[in-house]
């Protein structure tokens, strides 16, 4: 068990970190609202984690009952699909871009809906919960509806603690980012070796 949750939260740590458009919704907005705003922004977020967990943990669990042939399928899958991301971000461009011009200020309930919103309508997420989750799983042969919520469990807590500490030093990041062009470099390549590594590590 040990095994398995170490690695993946390593790499669910270094992907969080990684500059996706959640990390930077929520550092804009603590830029621009302050850091209760970052701090409600990030609660909607983490919560949607909550919908795409129970989506991915109900729907592979039943297939692995099904088959452990369906479930070889889904893993190489999740292996081609994790490549394919690395691909992406080696096609993108290495500059973050932290705008907030015409950003409006937002209620509590806002910010929070807001962010929830964005993670639960968004089946990229779903997609990569179900590239990411069943190659960690510790013991097919056991619940595994409970393992599923065991990594999203982990992988909420440690975006709740990344995004709230973004929220919180909101100000210092932005500068260090807006000073440091190598910054977005070196987070693009740190995130390609993490999808590739992921993915070898899924199949092998």
Known sequence: ??????PFLTA??????SPGPDIIYVLVQSIANGRKAGIMTTIGLVS????HTSLVAFGV???????????LAIRIFGAVYLFY???????AESRISLSNRALPEKSNLSLFKTGFIMNVLNPKVTIFFLAFFPGFLWDTGEDTVLQFYTLGGLFMLQALLIFGMVAML???????LNSHSASGRILK?????????????ILF
């Open 1 to 6: 068990m040990i095994a398995q949750l170490v």
């Open 12 to 17: 669910s740590i270094i992907l969080t970190i």
């Open 48 to 51: 949607g984690i909550l919908i």
């Open 61 to 71: 669990s039943a297939i692995i009952k099904e088959s452990e042939s369906f479930f």
């Open 85 to 91: 991301l690395a691909f992406k971000v080696y096609s």
């Open 170 to 176: 909101a100000g210092r990041i932005s500068g260090y």
């Open 189 to 201: 390549w740190l995130q390609i070796f993490v999808f590739l590594g992921i993915g070898l590590f």
